[in-house]
């Protein structure tokens, strides 16, 4: 770290200092800049002297120089921040958190599920799905009711990333309860957990009721596992149910058969460039 660095981020109008800290960024990002690195470190432990456009700037992109292991006092600045309502940079500070793998956060980050901002709402819980820590699935498993469709999707991918049978069970009970007619977000969340759900998703396809053959026919497909092929292909050849949305269980099977072959064409072309 270079005092030209520092100097950057706290000399000149706010633009001048926006445009250095890209410069930091960049630098840290293409070259691995030990100097560009430890200017943004002292940039996040010091955030309070420095303006907060430059703190979330820089929070946006933190995974460009997070370390696995942050020191003690870069650990206590994030966590700082995480409380600190008067630099009001919490949404940003769990950005931070998430990047660095901050493991001490969690209860912080669960105390903010119920911030009156959005923002914070929303960092807090993709951080939590982040630091997949398997005790914060009661917190975020009520979420999933939420009136609002963005929380509801979150909380599911939070949900997903955490994995293990607590969060499988979690939304599981949302897609065989369906408390809302469209449950896209359940299905696609449901199919990370491929390949212990697929024998109850293929059981759901065979289920009286055409809006859970519907979303399980969609999570079917995007498990990219082959072995669901045939009932997807049983579903679009015979299947004339109709969901309370008006949606047709064969079209929904037909558009998941082509989700399973892009993502196993993904898949092959990606193996393919590893063993190139």
């Known amino acids: 770290m270079t005092s030209t660095d520092l100097d950057g981020l706290r000399a000149g109008d706010l633009e001048t200092r926006e445009a250095h800290l890209y410069g930091l960024l960049d630098r840290a990002r293409d070259d691995g800049d030990p100097s560009a690195v430890a200017s943004l470190h002292a940039l996040v432990r010091d955030y309070g002297d ?22 003690e006092d870069l650990r206590e600045a994030l ?23 901050l493991r001490e956060a969690v209860p912080q980050l669960v105390q903010l599920l119920d911030h009156p901002q959005w923002i914070v709402v929303d960092e807090a819980v993709k951080a939590l799905g982040r630091l ?4 914060t699935v009661p917190a975020l498993r009520p979420l999933l009711a939420d009136e609002v469709d963005w929380v509801r999707l979150r909380a599911a991918e939070a949900l ?25 977000h359940i299905a696609s969340a449901l199919a990370e957990f491929a390949p212990e759900v697929i024998p109850r ?20 497909g995007s498990t990219g596992d082959e072995r669901v092929a045939p009932t997807l292909e049983r579903l ?16 929904a099977a037909k558009k998941a058969l082509r989700t399973l072959r892009r993502i196993q064409a993904a898949i092959a072309a990606r193996e393919e460039r590893r063993s190139a």
């Open 50 to 71: 420095y303006h907060r456009s430059l703190y979330t700037r820089a929070m946006n992109q933190a995974a460009v120089f997070a370390v696995a292991d942050p020191p």
């Open 201 to 220: 998703l293929t059981a759901a396809a065979d289920d009286p009721d055409p809006n859970r053959r519907y979303w399980a026919a969609v999570a079917l």
């Open 236 to 251: 679009q050849a015979e299947d004339r149910g109709s969901t309370v949305f008006d949606g047709e269980v064969r079209a």
């Open 160 to 184: 997903a990333e955490i994995g293990g049978p607590e969060a499988l069970e979690a939304l599981w009970y949302e897609f065989e309860h369906r408390r809302f007619a469209r449950i896209g």
């Open 79 to 101: 966590l700082a921040a995480l409380a600190d309502t008067r630099y009001n940079c919490q949404a940003w500070a769990a950005m931070g958190c998430a990047a660095m793998g």
């Open 132 to 135: 997949g820590d398997a005790g």
